[in-house]
């Protein structure tokens, strides 16, 4: 499937290192999500973009920093992360004209040492 | 906002019986319901949704029960086959709204 790709797939970092997630949709959506997906918990949603525009942040800590230069486009840059922060980080996206649905990507999974 | 939960956290079925899945919404305005399957290692991906303006839809094996009122939904798995075997999510969220709201998933094992 190829809808929604992520790279990399997977990512090991240090706590002081800078890395990004990418997240790139073919599928001519208009909003992207950034969700966070640990063990044992539900679906944590990060992030929301609508037409390029942030329309969600729910409360996550300022060192993950996203970017959407475009609707197809989003990034998660990661700096000075915790050991707690490791988890697989789900992109998704959706048109947002409607009552449709998200389409996910494959997730990165990130530890953090 | 929007709180929902979902049970049981596992399920074990032997093949051939059924699963059900429940899951309650707090929010009102919520009005479309998406069911995700996830298999080990591999993305969610919508196996069926429902709107609130029926109470029933049906896929094959697969259907999801709405009732408004009570604010709570369930998943059917009929004639249960070991590939089901997965973590299923149930979702609500407002139509022509941006947040979707998880709940804790169903970890579901079809015995042979």
């Keep these: 499937e190829t809808g929604v790709t992520q790279t990399p797939r997977h990512l090991v970092m240090g706590m002081t290192n800078k890395k990004s997630l990418k997240c ?3 599928l001519g959506h208009n909003a992207m999500y950034w969700y966070k997906q640990s063990a044992k918990k539900p679906l944590e ?3 929301v973009y609508n037409f390029k525009e942030q329309t969600e942040n729910n409360s996550v800590p300022s060192r993950f920093s996203p970017e ?9 840059h990661l700096h000075t992360l915790q050991p707690e922060d490791s988890a697989l980080y789900l992109c ?3 048109d947002s004209l409607g009552v449709n649905e998200q389409f996910f990507g494959p997730g990165t999974r ?3 040492l | 906002g929007e709180n929902v939960e979902q049970h ?6 032997q093949e051939g019986d059924s699963a059900v899945i429940k899951c309650t919404y707090s929010d009102s305005a919520s009005n479309y319901f998406p069911w995700y399957k996830q298999e080990l290692g591999k993305r969610p991906q919508l196996i069926i949704d429902i709107r609130s303006n029926v109470g029933e839809k049906k896929d094959q094996r697969i259907a999801v029960t ?3 009122t009570a604010k709570h939904f369930s998943l059917h798995i009929t004639e249960t086959q070991p590939e089901d075997s997965a973590v299923y999510f149930c979702a609500a969220s407002r139509a022509f709204g941006n947040q979707f709201y998880f709940g804790t998933g169903t970890s579901l094992t079809v015995i042979p």
């Design chain 2, 8 to 13: 049981p956290s596992t399920l074990s079925v």
């Design chain 1, 92 to 94: 998704a996206s959706r």
């Design chain 1, 110 to 112: 990130l530890t953090v």
């Design chain 1, 68 to 76: 959407c230069p475009n609707s197809s486009h989003l990034f998660l």
């Design chain 1, 24 to 26: 790139e949709q073919h």
């Design chain 2, 66 to 68: 709405l009732n408004k």
């Design chain 1, 45 to 47: 949603l990060m992030f």
